[in-house]
């Protein structure tokens, strides 16, 4: 556990917290914390999640668009829900993606664990874009993800990120129903 990775984990806690709350600040933050996780997952042989990291960078800055300039209004987005057309092409571009890049990374890469670390990544692309366009699913999806990242990150014994995405998880389970409760009082 090196002191990148505490900082990083802090950052990554602070900005997911931000982000359940609707805070516009869990960006800025959140393109600090994968800029420094990305170095951290070069030096852990995790290719694919490094890569993940600097796409994340991207998605930082469109989330942070998306909230502050997205919508009809260009006023921000709302919570909403997908409907089932972009569940299920959101759901496949994460399949296809994840055996593309699990095939690269398991054909040119000395990658510790390629497939495993490939679908996570590639699904995790698809949460981060429903979280910067404020979709409800997106948090279900986490949920699932933020423990399947707990048990790779404790077989490669990166402990304290195991910590994070643990408590990641309950974040999410948090961020799940307060943005139905942010849905439902919009509605009404």
Not at 31 to 36: D, E, G, Y
Not at 111 to 126: H, R, T, Y
């Amino acid at each position: 556990m090196s002191p990148l990775e505490l900082i990083a984990s802090a950052l990554g806690v602070l900005a997911v917290w931000l982000t359940v709350r609707q805070n516009i600040w869990c960006w800025p933050i959140g393109l600090v914390m994968v800029l420094m996780y990305g170095w951290i997952f070069f030096d852990g042989r995790l290719y694919s999640n490094m890569l993940l990291q600097g796409v994340y960078a991207a998605l930082q800055l469109y989330g942070w668009w998306q909230w502050t300039r997205g919508g009809n209004a260009h006023q921000g987005v709302s919570v909403s829900r997908l409907d089932s057309r972009g569940l299920l092409l959101g759901l496949a571009s994460g399949a296809a993606g994840a055996l593309l890049l699990g095939y690269l990374m398991a054909a040119y890469t000395d990658a510790a664990a390629p497939w495993q670390d490939a679908a996570l990544s590639a699904f995790s692309l698809v949460a981060q874009v429903w979280m910067a366009r404020k979709k409800l699913e997106c948090w279900p999806l986490w949920i699932v993800l933020d423990l399947l990242y707990v048990a790779l990150f404790l077989h490669y014994q990166l402990y304290l990120t195991a910590a994070l995405y643990g408590l990641f998880t309950l974040l999410a389970c948090s961020g799940w129903l307060a943005w139905r409760r942010d849905r439902a009082l919009g509605a009404a």
